[in-house]
C-alpha cells in the first residue's frame, strides 16, 4: 500500500498543473437490471460480480481529475445504479472536466434529470439498439422503447424549462445485422424525440457464436 501511494504520489506531481489525460473512463457499476444480447455480463451471467465501484478506488482515481480534459462514467453496467453517481459528476465538474456518461435510459425520470441538469453535466448517451420498438426490445431484453422516448423527451423538455444547453443528448445505435437496415430511420427518430445526434457503433466485442451472427461488419 506504501508503495501504491508513492506512486500515486510521484505521477500527480509530475502531472500537477498539466491535463495530460484527454479521458478518464469509469466503470462505475457492473450491476444491470436488462439482458442485452450483446452485453458481456449477459453472455457471462454465470460468472459475472455485479457491484458498484467501492468508495476508495473511486477516491484513488478522483485525484487525478484536474489532469484530465474528460471524464466519462461507464463501464460493463447500468452508472446510475451506483449511490455515489452524482458525486462523481460533481467532483469532475469542481475539478474542470466535461462529464458524461452512457445509460439504457431506463432510470432517468424527472428527479433523477434535474440533477444532472442542475450539475451540469455535459453529456448523456443513449444506448439504443434499433429505430423501432421490436428491434429495440430484441436486442435490450427487459428495455422498454416509449419509455425511452418518454424519458429523452423529458431530457428536452426539462432542458428547456431551465432554459440550459446542458446536457448534450446522444443516441449510440448499436450496428447489428437485424438493426442496420433502421440506421436511417434511427436519425429521423432522433429527430423526433429532440436528440442532438446519433452516433453509430459496431459490434466489436465478439464473445459467444451469437455475436459472430449478430455482427453488421
Known sequence: MKKHVEIVEKVSSFFKNRRMFQYIQLGVSSRCFLNCVACARTCFREHWDSMD?????????????????????????????????????????????????????????????RKIIDLQTDLVS??????????????RMGSSFEQLIRNIRSIVNLKEASRSNKPQILLLFMMTNRSLDELPLSIEFAAEVGADGVVATNLDYVAVPLHDELRAF
Open 53 to 113: 465501484m467501492t468508495v476508495e478506488t473511486y477516491k484513488n482515481i478522483r485525484r487525478f481529475f484536474p489532469y484530465a480534459e474528460n471524464v466519462y462514467l461507464s463501464g460493463w453496467g447500468e452508472p446510475l445504479l451506483n449511490s455515489f453517481f452524482f458525486d462523481m459528476i460533481q467532483d469532475a465538474k469542481t475539478a474542470g472536466c466535461s462529464v458524461g456518461f452512457t445509460t439504457n435510459g431506463a432510470l432517468l425520470d424527472n428527479a433523477v434529470i
Open 126 to 139: 443513449i444506448s439504443l439498439a434499433g429505430a423501432k420498438a421490436e428491434t429495440h426490445e430484441s436486442l
